[in-house]
């Protein structure tokens, strides 16, 4: 069996936390752990080191580049950063980037795109990579060749349809709402709506019925859906 992943942690510094309240409450519904903080951001990040930090370039105390500095020079490669600000010109857009940013988001933001981009960043990036083979009873997914076994036969499946399973194989048991898989398995999902996961999972159900695993792909009415044995959690 596999064991739960951890959700990914994010930290939000800006000067107006109340500000940035809609878009700290956007990540939680996708299924981040969300901190967001004015000041104190260097001491709060070495003592609990998320996987993404979304910085406002004016913050008291000191500047972006400042905290960029102190985070890269702490962990070069773990956290991934975000710079966010309606008041930085072009330079020091390019400064921040060159100093190890990894994106930059001007104010005022759509909260969805905001999301993308931030799945966007943790895919391109990821601190804590999954295992190369994901299996649950004889249902292999091999990341490596990007293949699927059933009982030693091979599974065809759709790049959105091996998304979907990926992510969930890697959750294996815990439940996730549209939105949440919407940010975590699309990601730039603009165009896309919650109707289109309903219609995923259930083509992806009915490729898993032909080998015997269709129970493993559950519903939990009311929230959304998980990936679990038939022996661990039923449908519900």
Known sequence: MLA????????IVDRDVAAVEPLREKLSDAGFI????????????????????????????????????????????????????????????VAGLN?????????PFSLREVVARVCAVLRSHPRDAPPSTLSCDELVLDAATNRVTARGRPINLR???????????????????????????????????ERTVDVNVQRLRKILSESGFE??????????????????????
């Not at 100093?99 to 104010?107: E, L, N, P, R, V």
């Not at 969930?168 to 439940?175: A, C, F, P, Q, V």
């Not at 929230?223 to 038939?230: K, L």
């Open 4 to 11: 739960t992943e951890n959700p990914r942690q994010i930290l």
């Open 34 to 93: 969300v901190r967001a903080i004015t000041d104190g951001a260097a001491a709060a990040v070495a003592e609990r080191p998320p996987h993404l930090v979304i910085v406002d370039w004016n913050i008291p105390g000191f500047t972006a580049l400042d905290l960029i500095q102190r985070i890269r020079a702490a962990r070069p490669q773990a956290i991934r950063l975000i710079i966010l600000s309606g008041l930085a010109g072009e330079q020091d857009v």
């Open 99 to 107: 100093m190890g940013a990894d994106d930059y988001i001007a104010k």
């Open 159 to 193: 790049g959105i349809e091996y998304r979907l399973l990926e992510f969930l194989m890697s959750n294996l048991g815990r439940t996730f709402n549209r939105t949440q898989l919407l940010a975590q398995v699309w990601g730039d999902y603009a165009e896309v709506d």
């Open 215 to 236: 129970a493993y792909l559950q519903t939990v009415r009311g929230f959304g859906y998980r990936f679990s044995t038939p022996i661990l959690g039923r449908a519900d």
